[in-house]
């Protein structure tokens, strides 16, 4: 019974509550991943708790018969069962939401992307999870010829599509895959958030870093030191830590400067973002890049 990445999963949530859809199509539903998500964050998250008070409307395609088991039933309201295909362009209801969970690459090249154009033209949301690039060769598996991979995709092939958002991840062996909201008219502004994103006039917390993040599964601290400094909260911080006045007033207040240890972590002993300074008083870690390094320091070996 197929299956896929992990990593992606509560990227794919977040937008998935955003859109709040009513009607969706799952295209290959493999083990039931989406419906089960669906039922989950759709539904149980908006107050939904029990089965009969859902009022999500979801739709299945699968190819192969023998992934579709009893408890499929408990999720998705209809599946149909064939080849996407010949399925797909029959169907004449208009859906908030499509997913192509790991399925494009299953098709043809031509045949996945006439699919793809077709569900943008009658969806107002397209998901897509797919592997990137071409270190991702696979036969038929699990005795199910629908398994193989018969083409290669990258994000080049989306420049022509109304991509809304799109991140990137690796799997556990490091290899590229990517995830892709597409849609015409963006009805929820998906653009502009994801779930429990600031809207405006809304309370902020914290330095909100850009999209897309770091790549998930080797994000180093050099990347997201870099994320951090192109947030607007950074370069605030950066202006009240640098202002001369403040300096000032600070060197009128009693007392003398407080013990800190400074911990080096890394290869790189000129990198900045890989130093750690700790401040004994209360031991939180601080990065080196956050302290304010002036006025008088005196180094006392300890033991």
């Not at 199910?144 to 690796?170: G, I, M, Q």
């Not at 240890?261 to 750690?276: F, M, N, Q, S």
């Amino acid at each position: 019974m197929g299956t896929s990445n992990w990593q992606n999963i509560s990227w794919c949530v977040q937008a998935i509550m955003r859109m709040q859809p009513q009607r969706v199509l799952d295209i290959g539903i493999g083990f039931g991943r989406w419906g089960i998500v669906l039922r989950e964050f759709g539904e149980v998250w908006f107050g939904r708790v029990a089965p009969d008070s859902w009022t999500m409307h979801v739709e299945g395609i699968e190819a192969f018969p023998k992934n579709v088991a009893a408890y499929h039933e408990s999720f998705y309201d209809e599946i149909h069962v064939g080849d996407a295909q010949e399925i797909l362009f029959q169907l004449d209801d208009r859906f908030d939401l499509a997913i192509l969970g790991d399925v494009l690459e299953h098709f043809t090249k031509s045949d996945g992307e006439r699919i793809l154009d077709h569900l943008i033209e009658h969806c107002d949301y397209v998901l897509v999870n797919l592997p990137l690039g071409d270190d991702w060769p696979q036969e038929e598996m699990y005795e199910n010829p629908y398994e193989e991979h018969k083409a290669t995709w990258d994000w080049n092939d989306f420049e022509s599509r109304p991509v809304v958002r799109k991140a990137e991840f690796l799997d556990f062996e490091e290899r590229r895959f990517g995830c892709v909201v597409l849609s015409r008219r963006d009805p929820r502004e998906l653009a502009e958030g994801f779930f429990g994103s600031p809207r405006q006039g809304e309370r902020q917390v914290g330095p909100v870093l850009p999209e897309p993040l770091p790549r998930a599964g080797r994000a180093s601290e050099r990347e997201a030191m870099e994320a951090i400094r192109r947030s607007g909260s950074w370069r605030l911080v950066t202006r009240l830590r640098d202002n001369a006045l403040l300096w000032r007033l600070r060197g009128l207040l009693p007392g003398r400067g407080t013990p800190v240890t400074i911990e080096h972590r890394g290869a790189d002993a000129a990198t900045p973002a890989l130093r750690v300074l700790r401040v004994e008083s209360d031991g939180a870690p601080v990065l080196w890049d956050f302290v304010a390094r002036k006025g008088e320091w005196s180094l006392e070996p300890r033991d």
